[in-house]
């Protein structure tokens, strides 16, 4: 299978173009929060209403999101609807535009409203998106315990550190 192109911006732009209710988390959120881990993949948390629930699935139906992961075929049956996306809560997508991880209760988190009171509006090329606190995303890698979350982490400490010194807004 060919390796998508990873647009993190188009997938954003059709996410708020369908106006979908996200905040953006994970390995993009903390580069933009300052870690220099970089990341090929978009990792977004999602309110769970079932008329953001249509808008995300449209959105992912424009972007041709399709399953991805390890044990899963290319091929395997997958309606991708409201329906789907309130019956599970994280799917992980590969798309047109590249991986999309959609995760309704990240760990460490009780969800989107958890997460949205935190978060700040980013600009980001000419999008305005709501990005995870540095708190949050500290709070979230910890529940997570990955060992890329660990590595992670260190980071994201060292930012709060740094903030907490006054060295960066």
């Known amino acids: 299978m060919n390796e998508v192109q990873f647009n993190p911006l188009a997938a954003l732009r059709t996410l708020i173009d369908h106006g979908v ?44 999101a399709h399953l991805r992961g390890p044990d899963i075929p290319p091929d395997v049956p997958f309606k991708l609807d409201a329906k789907t996306l309130e019956m599970g809560d994280h799917f992980t997508f590969t798309t047109s535009v590249g991986s999309l991880d959609t995760l309704g209760v990240p760990a460490g988190t009780s969800g989107f409203h958890d997460l949205d009171s935190e978060a700040s509006s980013v600009e980001i090329d000419d999008l305005m998106v709501r990005v995870a606190s540095l708190d949050d995303l500290i709070r979230m890698k910890r529940a997570a315990g990955r060992p890329k979350d660990r590595e992670q982490l260190e980071w994201l400490k060292a930012i709060q550190d740094m903030v907490d010194r006054g060295e960066i807004p």
Do not use: K, M, Q, W
């Not at 090929?40 to 699935?57: I, K, M, Q, S």
């Open 21 to 64: 209710r996200f905040v953006l988390i994970g390995g993009f959120a903390a580069n933009i929060r300052g870690s220099p881990v970089v990341t090929g993949d978009l990792d977004v948390c999602y309110a769970r209403d079932r008329d953001n629930l249509e808008r995300l699935a449209a959105a992912l139906g424009e972007l041709h």
